[in-house]
């Protein structure tokens, strides 16, 4: 019997995050807007991310701007965004008001998928944000964070899975941020899910290792009901297998999506020329089979080398590379996705420029020593633990039972620049930015 596989579009999230530092402009989008929409996408993922920040920091874009403009063109594929938790766009944990306006105006605004993850998969941390998607009208897709561990396995993602279907999840998807899950072990997760679970599953892989398109064809073979691509100007490298390449791949097998290979053809033509117009901004695209020995995501990798850059020190690049597992391990094995990739990362560097391990501490690792980030997914040395923060209290509850409501602080601070509910909003999850932009679109007499 055959069974049709969804495509979720990454072209206008992840896709251009991973390959040109997230610096498409809405009007690129649009232009497009229409046409995306006629493909029969499963859904497009066009916010959340680094999308938030970047339209602050460096297009002069109001977020909520582009995702209401993006709704009005949009009208018949689901738009999707990503959101960390109870980190929502940012790196630290926002109170529980916060997070349940953000998942409200969101939906507001035209989001009808919100992907919720957390970087140690803690639980604790997504069930507010999956909870206030739910009760705002959305679909609440739960999302583990894949990695390879000694405290990793097959039955650990399973037991993940029952605990968000649990939860009132509407469908789980598989993060595989550092291209490692290989073909098999893909097609035994999903076959576990599909049979211990009753949700719908989905799965998100980046190209970097070289193995996701083969990764996806086994995953579908298993019952796999979803897979991510990107349109081929935006697809390979640290992003996701190509839309063009699955769909044709598909289209020979009892899965096929039904997508119009030419109209595919049409819209990367488009996008095409996005490209070529930012050539400041556009990653090289090449696959590093490195990360199944180091498991740093691309994006970690680019960062890592700027670092050393910054400190003249690019020949300290492999001694960094080895670094890396050695810190991992030491904090139980975090998946290396946002925001424990740049704590484990930085950490890593700190160690290998000043010579001696740990003789700098960032105050992130500290923090999340102290259990400020979550529940480590392994057991961490207490010696270690107490080397790096002393007898400082190590917290159990869920970190955010500890913060104050935050809405009402932030629109007392902003009153004079808020035109709408969404500013307070904006100016919690990046003041600076969010303050800047406010000043500029103040003097240009622009609501």
Not at 35 to 48: F, I
Not at 179 to 184: F, K, Q, R
Not at 293 to 312: D, V
């Amino acid at each position: 019997m055959s069974r049709k596989t969804g495509i979720t579009e990454t072209i206008l999230r992840d896709a251009h995050q991973s390959l040109m530092a997230t610096r498409m402009k809405t009007d690129d989008m649009l232009s497009i807007a229409e046409r995306l929409d006629d493909v029969g996408y499963h859904s497009l993922e066009m916010w959340g991310g680094a999308t938030f920040d970047s339209c602050l920091r460096y297009l002069n874009e109001d977020p909520w701007t582009r995702l209401r403009r993006l709704k009005a063109y949009i009208k018949k594929t689901p738009l999707q965004m990503l959101l960390r938790g109870q980190n929502l766009l940012g790196y630290w944990h926002y109170p529980d008001d916060v997070v349940k306006k953000f998942c409200q105006k969101a939906i507001e605004n035209g989001i009808d998928i919100i992907r919720i993850f957390d970087a140690l998969n803690d639980t604790r941390n997504i069930e507010v944000a999956l909870r206030a998607t739910k009760d705002a009208g959305g679909h609440a897709q739960a999302c583990i964070s894949f990695t390879l561990s000694p405290v990793h396995d097959t039955d650990s993602y399973v037991r993940l899975a029952k605990e968000f279907e649990k939860m009132g999840a509407d469908s789980i998807c598989i993060k595989d941020m550092a291209g490692l899950l290989s073909p098999t072990r893909a097609a035994e997760i999903v076959r576990r899910f599909k049979e211990e679970t009753k949700l719908p599953v989905q799965l998100h892989c980046h190209y970097t290792s070289g193995m996701a398109p083969m990764t996806y064809l086994k995953a579908i073979e298993a019952g796999c009901d979803v897979i991510d691509t990107a349109l081929s100007p935006f697809a390979f490298g640290s992003s996701q297998p190509a839309t063009e390449v699955m769909v044709a791949v598909l289209k020979e097998t009892e899965f096929d999506t039904g997508i119009d290979l030419g109209l595919l053809h049409e819209l990367a033509a488009h996008f095409e020329k996005v490209k070529n117009a930012n050539p400041d901004h556009v990653a090289p695209i090449k696959m590093t089979p490195e990360v199944l020995t180091y498991q740093i995501p691309g994006g970690m990798l680019s960062n890592l080398r700027s670092q050393l850059a910054a400190q003249g020190m690019l020949d300290k690049w492999d001694a960094v590379l080895e670094e890396v597992p050695r810190v991992r391990e030491e904090c139980g094995y975090p998946p290396l996705v946002t925001p424990m990739s740049q704590i484990v990362g930085t950490q890593a560097v700190l160690n290998v420029v000043t010579g001696e391990r740990y003789a700098i501490k960032s105050k992130e690792l500290k923090d999340y020593l102290k259990g400020r980030y979550g529940r480590p997914p392994g057991p961490i040395d207490e010696e270690f633990r107490r080397s790096i923060i002393g007898d400082e209290e190590v917290i159990t509850v869920r970190p955010a039972d500890l913060l104050e409501p935050g809405l009402e602080k932030a629109e007392q601070e902003i009153k004079q620049y808020i035109t709408k509910e969404e500013d307070i909003l904006t100016y919690i999850l990046f003041p600076e930015q969010a303050l800047a932009f406010f000043k500029r679109r103040q003097e240009a007499g622009c609501a």
